[in-house]
């Protein structure tokens, strides 16, 4: 099993910046701490189904965004602390929303992702 936790969302202003983590740990991430998973970042918007932000491979050498999110949202990871990240910057308050990660294989469908966090709340004020 798999255990997810988000942390690092916040109220901006619109133009700032947010730094969200996601810490994993579980059975299946190695003693020697690398993590074998894909991982990704989605949202959800209230009254919206939840959207593709970015994914990465479990090696970091790649990565998809969202065309709504790129040049400006940067997805990354350090293995050696089971730790993904998503720095987000020029904020817009359409990037409102709860923003999940998740834990499975590379792509941009959510059913590709069997493990999942309990989400942060991003909110960005005009």
């Known amino acids: 099993q798999v255990q997810l936790v988000e942390s690092g969302g916040g109220l901006v202003q619109a133009g700032g910046s947010l730094r969200l983590s996601c810490a994993a740990s579980g059975r299946t991430f190695s003693s020697y701490g690398v993590s074998w998973h894909d991982m990704g970042w989605f949202r959800q918007a209230p009254g919206k189904e939840r959207e593709f932000v970015a994914t990465?491979?479990?090696?970091?050498?790649?990565?998809d965004l969202a065309d709504s999110v790129k040049g400006r949202f940067t997805i990354s990871r350090d293995n050696a602390k089971n730790t993904m990240y998503l720095q987000m910057n020029s904020l817009k308050p359409e990037d409102t929303a709860v923003y999940y990660c998740?834990?499975?294989?590379?792509?941009?469908?959510?059913?590709?992702?069997?493990?999942w966090g309990q989400g942060t709340q991003v909110t960005v004020s005009s």
């Open positions: 998740a834990a499975g294989d590379f792509g941009r469908n959510p059913t590709v992702y069997p493990y």
């Open positions: 990465i491979s479990w090696s970091g050498t790649n990565t």
